[in-house]
T-cell receptor, first 114, second 115 residues
Framework: AQTVTQSQPEMSVQEAETVTLSCTYD???????LFWYKQPPSRQMILVIR??????QNATENRFSVNFQKAAKSFSLKISDSQLGDAAMYFC???????????FGQGTRLTINP | GAVVSQHPSWVICKSGTSVKIECRSL??????MFWYRQFPKQSLMLMAT?????????EQGVEKDKFLINHASLTLSTLTVTSAHPEDSSFYIC???????????FGQGTRLTVV
């Protein structure tokens, strides 16, 4: 069975600083996808970044980057130059190759301090 | 990105009545749609997966007779909460995909309050 664990219920960071959100997962499969989703106060789920497990290179999207450690089954999200609009719940999720559904972690609430 | 519209955004209904929530993919054909339930300050809990033209697959512990899912077309799935009770009050979210390994796009969610 797939599991995704986010061990940080809450994190806070000063505006313009860098913050890293942790995520670990467990699967016996070798092919899968990993995601970070953002859920702002509007509750709309927004895809932040996606990583294919077969790719060694860490995905980046502007200020957002991941540190994907396949052997350690770790998938952390780094947010650089934090902005007030980054305040949200962040969910890590995994999806097996050939499967349809996402498995979500418990979420981390990120607060940005001005 | 693709747009998924969920309607209504919020609804209040009386105990014992049924309420229908719609999920539409506006600019793409969704072969698969998903329905989630989210309690306050918690993660998304998958309720069921629906494929167009076939019966939904429910997750363990989800009552299929209570949460009726219909995916009659490639752009519309509906979730009907039958004989609603206060404990059914929650935030319901749908998502849609065009294929197996494609990105999931989410609706804006529906807040259901049963009084």
């Amino acid at each position: 069975a797939q599991t995704v664990t986010q061990s940080q219920p809450e994190m806070s960071v000063q505006e313009a600083e860098t913050v890293t959100l942790s995520c670990t997962y467990d699967t016996s499969e070798s092919d899968y996808y990993l995601f970070w989703y953002k859920q702002p106060p509007s509750r709309q789920m927004i895809l932040v970044i996606r990583q294919e497990a077969y790719k060694q290179q860490n995905a980046t999207e502007n200020r957002f980057s991941v540190n994907f450690q396949k052997a350690a089954k770790s998938f952390s999200l780094k947010i650089s130059d934090s902005q007030l609009g980054d305040a949200a719940m962040y969910f890590c999720a995994s999806q097996l190759e050939g499967a349809q559904k996402l498995v979500f972690g418990q979420g981390t609430r990120l607060t940005i301090n001005p | 990105g693709a747009v998924v519209s969920q309607h209504p955004s919020w609804v209040i209904c009386k105990s014992g009545t049924s309420v229908k929530i719609e999920c539409r993919s506006l600019d793409f054909q969704a072969t698969t749609m998903f329905w989630y339930r989210q309690f306050p300050k918690q993660s998304l809990m998958l309720m069921a997966t629906s494929n167009e033209g076939s019966k939904a697959t429910y997750e363990q512990g989800v009552e299929k007779d209570k949460f009726l899912i219909n995916h009659a077309s490639l752009t519309l799935s509906t979730l009907t909460v039958t004989s609603a009770h206060p404990e059914d009050s929650s935030f319901y979210i749908c998502s849609a995909k065009t294929g197996m390994n494609t990105e999931a796009f989410f609706g804006q969610g529906t807040r259901l309050t049963v009084v």
